[in-house]
Nanobody, 123 residues
Framework: QVQLVESGGGLVQAGGSLRLSCVAS????????MGWFRQAPGKEREFVAR????????YYPDSVKGRFTLSRDNANNTVYLQMNSLKPEDTAVYYC????????????????WGQGTQVTVSS
């Protein structure tokens, strides 16, 4: 079992930046992908970013590409989501996610979820 704990959410003005962190603990396998989803009230959970074990491969949807950057620190079992040029439409609960061995782009593919951290972007 793997536990994921997010932090770094908060309130920010449009155009500002936030950095989210996700720390993984518990038993882990030799390789797994990690990333982030987000969910706004009344909306489906939406893929935001993912990264492979080595940190050499990342993927972002067009909605965040060029503004968000995902990185991985394997020594500390931590992934970071740097969010720049934030927009009001980025407001959501952001969830860290992990999948054993494989990358993911859909919520149904995720094995482990964090509890979520609120990001609110004011106009």
């Amino acid at each position: 079992q793997v536990q994921l704990v997010e932090s770094g959410g908060g309130l920010v003005q449009a155009g500002g930046s936030l950095r989210l962190s996700c720390v993984a603990s518990g038993r882990t396998f030799s390789g797994y992908g990690m990333g982030w989803f987000r969910q706004a009230p009344g909306k489906e959970r939406e893929f935001v970013a993912r990264i492979n074990l080595s940190g050499g491969s990342t993927y972002y949807p067009d909605s965040v590409k060029g503004r968000f950057t995902l990185s991985r620190d394997n020594a500390n079992n931590t992934v970071y989501l740097q969010m720049n040029s934030l927009k009001p439409e980025d407001t959501a609960v952001y969830y860290c996610a992990a999948r054993h061995f494989w990358a993911f782009t859909k919520a149904a593919e995720v094995d482990y979820w964090g509890q979520g951290t609120q990001v609110t972007v004011s106009s």
